[in-house]
């Protein structure tokens, strides 16, 4: 059985620091890797996807690493800002499906 | 484009009474999901379709039923309601496989109290 888990449950930085957020999974057989946003009483917000044949993923600010044979992936957020501060959800899809399971979240807080 | 929409946004039911829930997509994805997210247990899957007339059973199925009638919609519903079963539901959707990205989009969420 697939387990996600993200550590820190919680981070707090002072804007314009890098964000380094973690996420770890235990069964390497994964489809893609997908890290989302959700802000409080909000729904998900897909920020990266990392298909299982790549090695990283890029999109403005943000830059997602995954290696499969260490069961890791990595979201980096540079220089953030006051609007960065959110829950970052980190997911593993199953081949059949496409299924995911998500981490516990990190929750992040930028301070001005 | 609307994306992934779910109808309705809030409920309030007593124990034992029934309702459904709606996802609709217009991004012709094949797959859908349903999930619940409850503090300190993170998002779970429910139920998905991988298409037209499918379902299958995901990690707490107990308790749910659901239908795939037509592509762009699928509907979860709650036969007999339990307070167990407050929570935020959310529906997501994504291309099946053998399409490049497979990202699942998640619509607004449902949230349900169950008294």
């Known amino acids: 059985k697939q387990e996600v888990t993200q550590i820190p449950a919680a981070l707090s930085v002072p804007e314009g620091e890098n964000l380094v957020l973690n996420c770890s999974f235990t069964d390497s057989a994964i489809y893609n890797l997908q890290w989302f946003r959700q802000d409080p009483g909000k729904g998900l917000t897909s920020l990266l996807l990392i298909q299982s044949s790549q090695r990283e993923q890029t999109s403005g600010r943000l830059n997602a690493s995954l290696d499969k044979s260490s069961g890791r992936s990595t979201l980096y957020i540079a220089a953030s800002q006051p609007g960065d501060s959110a829950t970052y959800l980190c997911a593993a899809a199953r081949p059949a499906g496409n299924k995911l399971t998500f981490g516990g979240g990190t929750r992040v807080l930028v301070k001005p | 484009n609307a994306g992934v929409t779910q109808t309705p946004k809030f409920r309030v039911l007593k124990t034992g009474q029934s309702m459904t829930l709606l996802c609709a997509q217009d991004m012709n994805h094949e797959y859908m999901y349903w999930y619940r997210q409850d503090p300190g247990m993170g998002l779970r899957l429910i139920h998905y379709?991988?298409?037209?007339?499918?379902?299958a059973k995901g990690e707490v199925p107990d308790g749910y039923n659901v239908s795939r009638l037509k592509k762009q919609n699928f509907l979860l519903g709650l036969e007999s309601a339990a307070p167990s079963q407050t929570s935020v539901y959310f529906c997501?959707?994504?291309?099946?496989?053998?399409?490049?990205?497979?990202?699942?989009?998640f619509g607004p969420g449902t949230r349900l109290t169950v008294l």
């Open positions: 997501a959707s994504s291309y099946g496989r053998g399409r490049t990205g497979n990202e699942q989009f």
């Open positions: 379709s991988v298409g037209e007339g499918t379902t």
